[in-house]
């Protein structure tokens, strides 16, 4: 039976991962900030076949809430097999450019606080010299473009931080995997007209659940990303700043 | 404002789709348009310049393991009903064609399946449902509103927006169904052999459509029994799928006269009897996704009508004949028996005989629907409104004589004000 962890729990892409684990029996800890959505999802996996529910709420900002939470988590569940950081903002990134508490807020949100929750975690992971901690960033880290470079810096940061954290960790046998998907739909991204390059949150998850037990570190999700993104990536300069991204 | 279309990629429409994560969201801000699911009926039915999209409200809420009783929130589909109940030994004790509808979706169609004739519709085995209408949050049952419990089965969302249901799962030891196939030379005998397997509980025909003379009618009947043997697995992912539209010229009268050929001389034995997993029996076309596509860019629709049983073999042979010789024939024609219909206001099935067949937009299509309509009408039967897109007000009202009541219910709770689709504008709700 999989112990299974999950921050940002009410997320469309942590919540079809939990329903894959839940069918499989799993105990899971799911962390979110929005409490009543938590309950109506703790009720749903039970129902799916999970064996425990539990449930905490938190707030990604309140740094100083991470490590109690953590230790909490840890400590219910006796061994932690999976942990997955799912929570996450998407900014209005012209805000942000007028409005420096705002680019702060978001970097916090979608970064920082992740790097808070990781620092705790892996202390953890590596004391129980098993697991696997996975983290959901996105291909927008992979270069800055003028239309989210700021969610763009905050996963950039955080691939960069799960770079490191997966060379140290590899000593002591704990597996991390660092998730890059591209378009998604989710509410997250309501707004946006979806065309053939979207993904379902439920094949994500399938993704997800497949790359975590086979120890995969590949992050491209779906895998035809790598192909977009290595474009992107190579793109010169000039032939850039003249697109609209 | 997004492009929406349904199943059969006709209309294609510019619509507000909203999609709420809870019913108190839905009460808070007064919501009006139409409710949707998965967005299989084939037609205009859940199209409206406002979208209720149901995809965020997909939660399990209560499961009773004594008495297979499930409580779930209107957006969850059979999909994933199948995937956690299947293991558990349940099934649905309807199912339509397709596992990708909701509950919500197969509740306002009140969707019938192979078992009809044995079994009744999705709704006979929903016990009580949660509706909204205005800002009223109403539970319905066959006790409670009753009303407006039989206005909303089959009721096509035009009450209000469903958004939980209790329904009765059925137990299975086994997956896999025992099936047999018998292969009938026409019509007649079709007919016959819907008789004489009256019993079984899940049957139904398909039909080639295209033959004519003494073959006219020619079929393969399909019955099934659920096994007692065999593990409780339930499916997987479709492998296949249609990427883009198919060029429309590849479907014409001699490429679906050859395949409705081939497909029922495959079988040669006049009966095969085996064992088979519940996704293929009940779902075969699930296991290439957006077959839609196959018909092209234009679209296609289906027509499904019911007639009465005294119709018989007569309206059904009247039917088949003006489709043969309009040579627009039906990929995928499917006769089946119905049994007795149930006191819904608007649900299709009635005890008859009904028959669906798939067609590609074009020209002449519509001119071939009308006269049908004029068939079907005379045989005093109707057509299904989860499939329909053309169908006139006339046509609509002399098929379903209780809409005067549905109409009544729906102005007594302000719900016609509220709830519409280009459908109900069209045949006049």
Known sequence: ?245 | MKKITSWGKYPLIDANVNAPSTSKSLMNKKQTGIARGLGRSYGDSALSENIIISEEMNHFISFDDETGLLSCEAGVSLDNILTSFVPKGWFLSVTPGTKFVTVGGAIASDVHGKNHHVEGSFSDHVTSLTLIVNDQELKCSRDENPDLFHATCGGMGLTGIITEATFKLKPITSAYINQKVVKAKNLETALELFEQYKDVTYSVAWIDCLSTGDNLGRSLLMLGEHADKGELTTHKDGLLNMPCDMPSFLLNKYTIQAFNSAYYNKQLKAEVNNTIHYDPFFYPLDGINNWNRMYGGNGFTQYQFVIPKKAGKEGLTEILKAIAESKQGSFLSVLKVFGEGNKNNLSFPMEGYTLALDFKLNDKLFALLDRLDIIVRKYEGRLYLSKDVRMSEEMFKAGYPQWEEFQTLRKEYGADELYHSLQSKRIGL
Not at chain 1, 17 to 38: G, Q, S
Not at chain 1, 88 to 104: F, H, R, V, Y
Not at chain 1, 120 to 139: C, D, F, L, P, R
């Open chain 1, 1 to 245: 039976m999989q112990n299974i962890i999950i921050i940002g729990a009410t997320s469309a892409m942590a919540k079809e991962v939990a329903k894959l684990y839940a069918i499989e029996k799993a105990n899971l800890y799911l962390i979110a900030r929005d409490t009543p959505k938590l309950d109506t999802i703790k009720q749903d996996l039970t129902i799916r076949g999970a064996n425990t529910v539990h449930t905490a709420p938190f707030d990604a900002n309140q740094f100083n809430s991470h490590q109690t939470l953590i230790e909490q988590a840890f400590n219910t569940l006796g061994r932690v097999d999976v942990l997955l950081v799912a929570h996450g903002s998407l900014p209005n990134q012209e805000l942000c450019q007028t409005d420096s508490m705002k680019a702060i807020e978001e970097l916090n949100t979608n970064g920082v606080s992740v790097i808070s929750i990781l620092t705790h975690a892996a202390t953890k992971m590596e004391q129980q010299k098993t697991g696997n901690i996975t983290v959901i960033t996105s291909v927008a880290g992979d270069r800055g473009r003028q239309s989210n470079y700021v969610y763009g810096a905050a996963k950039g940061m955080v691939s960069i931080f799960l770079q490191g954290l997966a060379q140290r960790l590899s000593k002591s046998g704990v597996h991390v995997l660092d998730i890059k998907p591209g378009f998604v739909d989710t509410p997250m991204t309501a707004e946006f007209d979806k065309g053939a390059l979207w993904a379902k949150p439920e094949k994500v998850a399938q993704i997800i659940k497949k790359r975590i037990s086979k120890k995969s570190s590949f992050s491209y999700t779906p895998a035809f990303w790598f192909v977009i993104m290595t474009i992107i990536k190579f793109v010169p300069k000039f032939i850039f700043d003249k697109v609209k991204l």
